[in-house]
């Protein structure tokens, strides 16, 4: 069984910073291509960011230079750190593990508010 458990979201300012992890049980974790992406109120769910099982990175345009991606294979995790948060950054952020499949985690939520 597939789970993907993220975890980190919270309510922060803009300017602020969060870090979302997400924990993968049930794949071989360092073969997947794994990813971030987030749906607004209203809005259709949109890439923010993902990362290949080597090393190499896409972002959305919004969020380059802002956020990074990574991930810790031996601990079946992968992070995004997010920094100087926008109000437009306001979201559900879902991870997402992809290969021969897709899978998704259940979201966690990120508010931007002032």
């Known amino acids: 069984q597939v789970q993907l458990v993220e975890s980190g979201g919270g309510l922060v300012q803009p300017g602020g910073s969060l870090r979302l992890s997400c924990v993968a049980s049930?794949?071989?974790?360092?073969?997947?291509?794994m990813g971030w992406y987030r749906q607004a109120p209203g809005k259709q769910r949109e890439l923010v960011a993902r990362?290949?099982?080597?090393?190499?990175?896409t972002y959305a345009d919004s969020v380059k230079g802002r956020f990074t991606i990574s991930r810790n294979n031996a601990k079946a995790t992968v992070y995004l750190q997010m920094n100087d948060l926008e109000l437009e950054d306001t979201g559900r952020y879902f991870c997402?593990?992809?290969?021969?499949?897709?899978?998704w985690g259940q979201g966690t939520q990120v508010t931007v508010s002032s």
């Open positions: 997402v593990a992809d290969r021969t499949s897709t899978y």
């Open positions: 990362i290949d099982s080597g090393t190499i990175t």
């Open positions: 049930g794949i071989n974790f360092g073969l997947y291509r």
